[in-house]
């Protein structure tokens, strides 16, 4: 799969959170050309702040994989740039790409993954490779619509700041 249907994929997971009314962020997690795992993020309807699409996504290609070796790299797609805690748990899962849609101004983790340096005890900790950029108009109009919809509630706020980054 190429980036651009990786963050295509991630970009329709986010439209089915948006339905179930969620913010609209999308993940998915490949490997050898299969998506292996799929999330948007669950804010609201499980109240929690530790539901990120690109972390609820990485579990569960983590409860499928477990220590057994990869055959492959496992590459992660979101439709915005993972925050500092996604990013590290893509370093704990060893995710060797990551490609995203929108900049996140406020919390997203490339800057922290461009000037990062491994540590000698533990080498394989380091970020993947982020690519970001890809289809930025189709997740600004998601952004747009989420915004439109809820326009005095926090998320529907932040989501009007995204749509206009």
């Given at each position: 799969?190429?980036?651009?249907?990786?963050?295509?994929?991630?970009?329709?997971?986010?439209?089915?959170?948006?339905?179930?009314?969620?913010?609209?962020?999308?993940?998915?997690?490949?490997?050898?050309?299969?998506?292996?795992?799929?999330?948007?993020?669950?804010?609201?309807?499980?109240?929690?702040?530790?539901?990120?699409?690109?972390l609820l996504a990485m579990t569960e290609a983590d409860q499928k994989l477990g220590w057994t070796p990869?055959?492959?790299?496992?590459?992660?797609?979101?439709?915005?740039?993972?925050?500092?805690?996604?990013?590290?748990?893509?370093?704990?899962?060893?995710?060797?790409?990551?490609?995203?849609?929108?900049?996140?101004?406020?919390?997203?983790?490339?800057?922290?993954?461009?000037?990062?340096?491994?540590?000698?005890?533990?080498?394989?900790?380091?970020?993947?490779?982020?690519?970001?950029?890809?289809?930025?108009?189709?997740?600004?109009?998601?952004?747009?619509?989420?915004?439109?919809?809820?326009?005095?509630?926090?998320?529907?706020?932040?989501?009007?700041?995204?749509?206009?980054?």
């Amino acid at each position: 799969m190429t980036p651009d249907s990786l963050v295509q994929a991630a970009l329709a997971v986010a439209e089915d959170g948006m339905t179930a009314g969620e913010m609209p962020i999308g993940a998915v997690l490949e490997m050898n050309g299969e998506i292996i795992a799929t999330a948007y993020t669950r804010d609201v309807s499980l109240g929690r702040r530790l539901v990120h699409a690109d972390l609820l996504a990485m579990t569960e290609a983590d409860q499928k994989l477990g220590w057994t070796p990869r055959p492959g790299p496992l590459r992660l797609a979101v439709n915005l740039e993972p925050c500092l805690m996604c990013l590290g748990a893509a370093m704990a899962l060893k995710v060797t790409d990551i490609y995203y849609a929108l900049d996140s101004p406020a919390d997203g983790g490339s800057a922290v993954a461009a000037t990062w340096k491994p540590h000698p005890d533990l080498p394989w900790y380091q970020p993947p490779h982020i690519t970001g950029g890809l289809h930025q108009a189709e997740a600004r109009d998601q952004f747009h619509r989420y915004a439109t919809a809820h326009p005095d509630t926090a998320f529907g706020r932040w989501a009007a700041t995204l749509a206009t980054s």
